[in-house]
Every structure is written in C-alpha cells, then in structure tokens.
C-alpha cells in the first residue's frame, strides 16, 4: 500500500478598498480574487470528487438533547446525514465513533446507556471504540449493551469478562479495503490490557502483520486517547508507532475533550480529534490513486445553530427524552441560597453539601468528596437535571475504618494534586468545612466515606488511597447509594433548603 499525502487550501478575500491607491493595484487585487476564487471553487471540487469521506465523533457523553441552546447529538446527527449524502451515501463514507458515549446526561442515566446506543445504531456507525465511562453502569450492563448493539464494538486492549470486542475489522468502502483498528482508555483499570503506550505498541505489533496479510488499501487507528494527553505536546509514543508502522495514515483521538483540527504526526500520518458534547465532528475526506499515494484532507465540521434534529434519531429515544422531561417537571427543593464550590482555603457551600451528604447515608464520620465543578451553581428550584450536573457520575459511596496516620498519607497525597478539580476535600460531619485537609486528631481511628471511583485511585491519579483501599478491601463496606441520590436527599434539609 502506498503512504498518504496531505492537501490544504487557503480560501482567499478580496483587498480592502480603502488600502487601493492607484489602478494598477486595483488590476492586481482582482487578479488575485479571481484566482483566490478559483482555487476556493477548485477546492468545493476535489472535496466533491473524494473517493471517500471518514466522520469521527468522541466524548459525546450522551448529550442527545440540547439543553440551554447547547450543542446536541440531535442536531448534529442531521448534520453527519447531510455530509454523508454530500458524500455520496453509505457506500462512500465510513462513520465511527471513539468512545465515552453513554453516559454524561440525565437521559444517559434513565437509559443506563441505552439511549446512547439506540444513537449509533441509528445512524448506522460502521464501528465504536468504548471509553473509560462505558463502564460506569458496571461491566454486566456494557455488556448487555454491546450484545444488544447492531454497531461492531472494536479494541484492541480491552480486557474484561463477557465483553466481546474484535481488535480491528476490515470494511469495504468506494470498493477499497480499509481495516480499522480500536485502542480503548490506556490509564491505569480494571479492564484493560495497558495501562500505557508502550503496552499498546506491543498489542498493535501483534495484529499488524494480521492486517497487512489482508492486503488494506487504507488503515485507520480509532482510539479513547488524546495526543495532547499531558497538554504540553504530541505523545511522543504515539509518534514511535507511526514511525514503526507509517501504514497507519489516520489516527483518531478522544478522551481529553480538545478539539484538534489536524496535526501531522510524521511524514505519512495524521491526527484528528473532534472534541466534545456532540459540538463537532471530525471528516477525513481521501482521495486515491492508482500510481501515488492516497490525498487525505482532514477538517471539523459543526452544526449551525439553527440546525434541526434529525427526526429518525429523536424518535429512537424519545421514550427516555420523555421521562426526563417528566422528571423535571416537579423540583426536588428550592435552595436558601446558591451553592457552588469555592477553592482552598475559602469555605465551600458544594463541598460542605456533598461531604455532608455521603456522610450522611455512609453513617461515617469523615469523607473525602471530589471532583467538584467550579463552573457550575446550583440555585432556587432544583430539578433532577440542575442534581444530576451538580453530581455527574455514576459513583456509588463506601465506607473503611481508617487510621490518623492512613488519614494524613490520603491528605498529603491529595495536597499534591495538581488538579484542583479532581482534588479530594475532606469533610466532616459536624462543622463547615474549613478548607482542604483539616485534619481530625480527637480519636486514633474514623469511618471515613468515600466514591468508589475515588478509593480505587480515580484512574491511577492517587496510588495511595488506591493502595489503602486495596489493604482495606475485606472490611470495605460498600453502601449501594450512589453520590447523586445522597446529595438529593441532603438537599432537600435544613439548612440548604426552604421548608
């Protein structure tokens, strides 16, 4: 197979009038929009004529609605038809989807994923790579899921019982063969093969000589993972794999909610991420040859503001959009005053909610509460969908005896969390908070309450609690209650709440 090249154009615009002096200036300024039109319409042409059109979308979070004007599945699963019949049709154009799909909205919740899936099943993706949040309705619903999905699930790396995936597949589009291999979450879990690069070079080096025996004319790597993972550069393991294997033209990202354009990873390798919430998608439109190397010319595309929904897909889960709506028709409690999360050492009024709330149905003493959005406040009528942002997840609530010393290790771990979102704030029960790490010291031990999420090191983010936990795991109780239903019941008290 032979490597890509890349091919961009720059639309050009007319002078403007008042930098025109003379006539010849004018002469040249219509010379040059002439041309720039020209090359702009060129352009529309090549886009027009391209053998193949590949749309990627990532990180949709289930954000099927719009809610407040906002970005949603709806709209632009109307956008995606239109690019696909721009396309040429589904013979011409490859749809995908890179992972954390199913749940991030209420109605991802009502659904326990369901909704999400119903999403790609009725567009008609061609494949799905499963995130880290595929799992957070447990491994036994993503596996009913995926067995009751008409959409091809592929990774490579995931490694969990009952769950059924194929590491790569091959599809056949605008009569070329075109394998596409899935990489899931690579942070530290529990259903995965790696926990980082270097294992999935290692599961990548095992499969490639599968798929160049199946003579692709284009291979494509679908995967939840950002290049820009650490926000200061290209994962330069990223790039020793496309180095070793340059047959890989198209890699497409996911997991760290940016939206990357286009990046050239190498001679014959690009990248392309489409962001989050359903805002955009990613297209990579290929032409190919029969004597040189396939054009590939990646881009975003987002729906325009007034775009409409796609009426097939609202159909599909308006079942589940209609219980949401009756669940906010009735408010759970009408606050005293805002609550919203203030960062060390201020007083938090969220983090004295929720660290009041786990306590509360943990009958622990102590809790360590986070993430907490900064960006976000709860104030007046609360309905079920104001809760379910204020707590997004899917975290249940446990409960260990621990120690003073076990205490100040999680204390002094989290006081080195650079993240200050992700930052777990102990609470207690019987005063406000008085900022991160106050330290309990009239007795040797404490029920200390936690997420689950968090006691097993929030995805590798805290080894120490995560070890703690691991020591403590016989007489870890877990409560069933999640974070969101005890917050729910914490609020409608005194003295968050009007009576």
Not at 83 to 88: A, F, K, L, Q
Request: include cysteine.
């Amino acid at each position: 197979m032979r490597l890509p090249s890349y091919s961009f154009f720059t639309k050009g615009a007319p002078l403007s009038g008042k930098a025109l002096a003379c006539a010849p200036v004018l002469v040249l300024a219509a010379l040059f929009l002439f041309f720039a039109q020209s090359q702009a319409a060129k352009e529309k042409s090549r886009e027009d004529s391209a053998d193949l059109s590949i749309i990627c979308t990532t990180d949709i979070h289930s954000h099927i609605d719009s809610r407040h004007g906002a970005p949603s599945w709806l709209k632009l699963a109307t956008k995606i038809r239109k690019e696909i019949e721009r396309s040429g049709g589904r013979g011409k154009t490859l749809l995908l989807d890179c992972g954390d799909t199913i749940q991030g909205s209420l109605v991802g919740t009502i659904s326990r994923g369901a909704a999400g899936i119903a999403m790609l099943d009725a567009l008609e993706y061609d494949a799905w790579v499963p995130g880290n949040h595929e799992f957070d309705f447990g491994a036994k619903r993503l596996s009913e899921l995926i067995l009751e999905s008409k959409t091809p699930t592929i990774s490579a790396n995931l490694d969990c019982p009952g769950i059924r995936t194929r590491p790569w597949i091959m599809l056949e589009k605008s009569g070329k063969r075109i394998a596409l291999i899935g990489l899931s979450y690579l942070g530290k879990g529990a259903y995965s093969k790696t926990d980082n690069f270097d294992g999935a070079e290692e599961i990548i080096s095992a499969i490639m000589p599968q798929i160049m025996d199946a003579h692709p004319d284009l291979i494509i790597l679908a995967m939840h993972c950002g290049m820009h993972a650490d926000k200061e550069g290209p994962l330069p393991n990223l790039k020793r794999l496309l180095l070793k294997y340059p047959q890989i033209s198209i890699v497409f990202g996911g997991h760290t909610h940016q939206e990357v354009p286009f990046e050239n990873l190498g001679a014959s390798n690009c990248f392309i991420q489409a962001g989050k919430h359903a805002e955009c998608a990613a297209l990579v439109q290929v032409s190919f040859r029969e004597d040189s190397a396939p054009e590939i010319k990646p881009r975003l595309i987002f729906p325009d503001a007034s775009e409409a929904e796609d009426e097939k897909c609202r159909k599909t889960v308006s079942k589940w959009l209609d219980e949401q709506r009756k669940m906010d028709e009735s408010p759970i409690a009408k606050l005293r005053a805002p609550i919203r999360h203030e960062p060390a050492p201020a007083f938090s009024p969220a983090a004295d909610l929720l660290g009041k709330a786990i306590i509360a149905a943990g009958d622990a003493e102590l809790a360590f509460i986070g993430p907490l959005n900064p960006d976000f406040e709860l104030r007046g009528e609360i309905r079920e969908s104001d809760l379910f942002e204020f707590a997004p997840y899917e975290d249940k609530i446990c409960v260990m005896r621990l120690d003073i010393s076990e205490i100040r290790r999680i204390a002094e771990e989290q006081s080195l969390c650079k993240e200050e979102n992700k930052i777990q704030r102990l609470c207690r029960a019987s005063e406000k908070d008085e900022g991160y790490f106050t330290l309990p010291h009239d007795k040797n031990s404490y029920l200390v309450a936690f997420s689950e999420y968090a006691a097993f090191g929030a995805g590798g983010r805290f080894p120490v609690l995560r070890e703690i936990s691991k020591s403590k795991i016989r007489e870890l109780r877990r409560t069933g209650i999640s974070v969101r239903d005890a917050a729910r019941e914490q609020i409608k008290k005194k003295p968050f709440s009007e009576p």
